[in-house]
């Protein structure tokens, strides 16, 4: 399917647009597709000096499917990162490993665009770094959540307004749900009959799509700067201490709502199966995973979130489990062009899985709450 866009045959004329093979780097000995993003293409790209030097980078060619004004987006980041980089250093931190650094082009610009009209960004690597498909322990999950805390902190100076919104409406359930209804009437009908009980779960709970964004326009949680695509593998641990170290993926950081953040990590992290699972049997929510990211996630806001903020972050949770089966499902209904796809009917499997899960956070929500609760005031 759309493993890798036949667009990456320009790979040569853009890793030729950047200073990879330089007199310091030395000459380029492989690139390769990279990590298990749905939606950018990924390489690495290793260089040996003749002194037998390793210097390696990430390159990417952004999704202009998806993302409709890449310029606009490397605005965003390379404006995000440079906030980071200050704040880092402020705080005595390592700027070179604690953010992603933008590698400009030979001729001084952000992002390089082929002879094709693809655009394709670079970044150095980060070395004796780990990122992890899923959660191995509960101290990476928590610590995962410290850092996304941290990360909203360290940009809550940041002026939103500065920011593109590069996908309108992207945590909007209500709007994702019109989205979902229109696959429902123009998607494949065979498709569709594959997916009835999924279909009916998911419209069950229309009611559900709009509470973030009316508490949002009724001034009752506030808008801030989020990064919006929390999940585990958006993350870099130090492969020496362990810690989370480098929020990567800043492709969504728009404005939002913490619960975004908040919901989009436990949907990912605290899963106790894969999120294209097939044994349902094996899909719950895993109650300490939730506990520890709740409490991790709450320290590393150091108090910044308000009380209706953390009051809702169950319902985050559930709203942003249930959007992400909605737009999996959707996706599936009209052909597979938004996520990558590894096997036949593989958005039908996360959107079970998504569902199934937000069926567990239900019969759960009590507990949850319960830990919520436990945690609200952060020096408890
Ligand atoms: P996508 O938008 O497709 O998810 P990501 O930006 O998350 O793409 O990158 C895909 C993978 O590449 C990540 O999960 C991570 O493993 C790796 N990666 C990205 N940037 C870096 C970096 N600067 N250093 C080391 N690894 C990185
Ligand atoms: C996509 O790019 P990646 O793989 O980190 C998607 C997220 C979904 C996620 C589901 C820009 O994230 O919104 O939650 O897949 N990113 C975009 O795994 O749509
Ligand atoms: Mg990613």
Redesign the pocket.
Known sequence: MNTEHPACAKIDEAIAAFPIETAQNGSLVERRPYG?????DTFLLRCTSPDQNETKFILQRMNHD??KNPPQLMENVVQVTQHLRRTILSQGGDPNRETLNVLQTRNGADWYQDSSQNYWRVFPFIERSVCLEKVESEKDFYDSAVAFGNFQRQLADFPVRKLHET?PN?HNTSSRFEDFQKAVQEGDQSRAALAQAELAFALDRKQDTAVLTNLLAEGKLPLRVTH??T?L??ILFDADTHKALCII?L??VMPGLSLYDFG?SI??GANTGA?DETDLSKVELDLSLFEAFTKGYLEGCAGSLAPKEIEMLPMGAKLMTYE?GI??LADFLTGDH??KTHREHHNLD?ARTQFKLVADMEAKWHDMTVIVKKYENPAK
């Open positions: 298990n993003g749905h939606i950018n998806i993302f996908i992207f919006n695509d999940k593998n958006n993926d492709d969504t989009d949907r990912f999120e992400c737009r999996f938004y996520f996360r």
